[in-house]
């Protein structure tokens, strides 16, 4: 499990930046992603680069994905996300701060995941009660 933090101009920029990191990274978010104050994330990251940033932040949010830092940070290095992407390990000091910020920070508007929650299955929902289809061939749909 690793805790990801995304910086950037607006909201469609970081909404943009985690569908490419669900969709061409191929990272499984466990968690919704939770606004974060942008002056705290810019000092987290200057404090995890070592040096000052060019630009500041309009927008930052933070969650948890499946996979391991080492992983997420190879999966991110592989595509161009429109937006700031760090992968926050727990050997950072920030690490424990940011995690103790995300109990209590607002979920972030506009995301949804395009992955099924149940891979190969279809979720849906008929006068309140929950349905799951098995489908071999789907592994992924728009979930409104």
């Known amino acids: ?7 950037g101009e607006s909201n469609s920029k970081v909404l ?3 569908a490419d ?3 061409h990274g191929n990272l499984n978010l466990i968690t919704k992603p939770k606004v974060i104050d942008t002056s705290f994330a810019d000092s987290l990251v ?3 680069l070592n040096s000052k940033l060019k630009t500041k932040s309009n927008i930052a949010v933070a969650f948890f994905v499946k996979e391991d830092a080492t992983l ?3 999966q991110v290095k592989k595509i161009h996300p429109p937006a700031h992407i760090v992968v926050v390990s727990e050997e950072y000091d920030a690490y424990n701060k940011l995690y103790d910020l995300l ?3 607002k979920a972030f508007e506009g995301y949804r995941s395009h992955k099924a929650k149940n891979e190969g299955m ?3 929902t008929i006068k309140g009660k929950e349905r799951h289809i098995k489908n071999e061939k789907l592994n992924s749909y728009i979930k409104k």
């Open 16 to 18: 943009n930046a985690i």
């Open 21 to 23: 990191m669900e969709r």
């Open 72 to 74: 997420s940070i190879i």
């Open 1 to 7: 499990m690793a805790l990801i933090l995304v910086r």
């Open 122 to 124: 279809i979720d849906y």
């Open 103 to 105: 109990d209590t920070a």
């Open 46 to 48: 200057e404090s995890i």
